[in-house]
């Protein structure tokens, strides 16, 4: 591989690292922000709502964006963005400036995840092989350092603005970092709009809108569901995510290679059933030792997923890998957006247990639809 592609190649994976950490350290921080600003499940919804809703705006006009200013720019100022927003969630007591930040962090993390993917997509296909697990292996790493980080911060007794200011000035410097490295490609192909995702972009972006659903799940409610459900400590109640990004980082190193060996029918059908039994898992056990062995088990099934649904909306005929990517994460965020939200409606008027179920649902709804949406690509 050339230098200036390896040093590109590297710069990505310090991207999708500071992205993972970014999203882990928001959600090993739910149960600190919902107590700093006295939330209900319904009220927190809420707040998961507005950053899904930042999302889909993001998400609008991404193909456009990164196509005209390229993914290095795009990354650069959406990256220290999201960071910033991240750190300032605890800086006030008002729920209105919660919901601004919240938006902006979805926002600009939406932006940020399709200019990381359309470089990692140019850079697989320059090297004719599968790299996409890979990348978002990086991904999953960022979020276990990302949780693990809070974890032992919140066990050494240090409180959640730090930790936040920690998590943002890391990220953010990281963010600094992969720009000057990235190279300053653009995706001339894109036609300057949004990309509906009809026909076999959109089947690819139903199976996105599962996989994002039963991701965010685990990102914004695994914590709680521990601390509150299982009665964890906080310290263990963090471990939730760290075993959820541990176990999906390690797959997802192992990734690449199985894509070249399996068809994207069979990894999907597989992924999809490993999640729901996981999950199963979780919901069935009161201890918490068990129950982290689920959220690993969900982590392992849904490792290779998104990396698998991105590859292949990057290879839909005719259409740019900006605006294929940016059309199949604008439904996989809106099931990340409509998920979390559902779950907290679900604890609020049952259980959230009961609300936990639903990721079992959907993954096993995953692993179903595989066949019919990816029967194509082998």
Known sequence: MPAEASHSTWAIRGQFF????????????????????????????????????????????????????GPRTVAGVTGLTAALAITLLLATHHYAALLVLMFIFGLTASLFDVAVNVAASEIERQANRPLMSG???LFSLGGMAG???????????????????????????????????????????????????????GLIGMLAALGLLCEGAIYDWSVLYMHESLQAKPSTAALAYASFSGAMAATRFGGDWVRARVSSVTLVQICGALAALGMALTLVTDEPITALLGF??????LANVVPVLFSAAARVPGVAAADGIAAVAALGYLGMMVGPPLIGVVAEWHTLSAGMALVMLFAATLSLAARRALGHDR
């Open 18 to 69: 500071a992205a993972g950490a970014l999203f882990a350290t928001w959600g090993v921080q739910v149960p600190m922000v919902k107590a700093h600003h006295g939330l209900s499940e319904q009220t927190l919804a809420l707040a998961m709502l507005a950053a899904g809703v930042g999302s889909i705006t993001g998400l609008t006009q991404a193909g456009r964006i990164v196509g005209r200013l």
């Open 135 to 137: 990348f978002h292996g």
């Open 147 to 201: 949780a693990g980080l809070g974890s032992a911060m919140q066990g050494m007794g240090l409180n959640a603005p730090l930790h936040l200011l920690t998590a943002g000035v890391a990220c953010g410097l990281l963010t600094v970092w992969g720009c000057l490295h990235m190279h300053a490609g653009r995706d001339a192909q894109s036609d300057g709009g949004m990309v509906l995702p009809r026909g076999v972009l």
């Open 296 to 301: 690993a088990l969900i982590g392992l099934g």
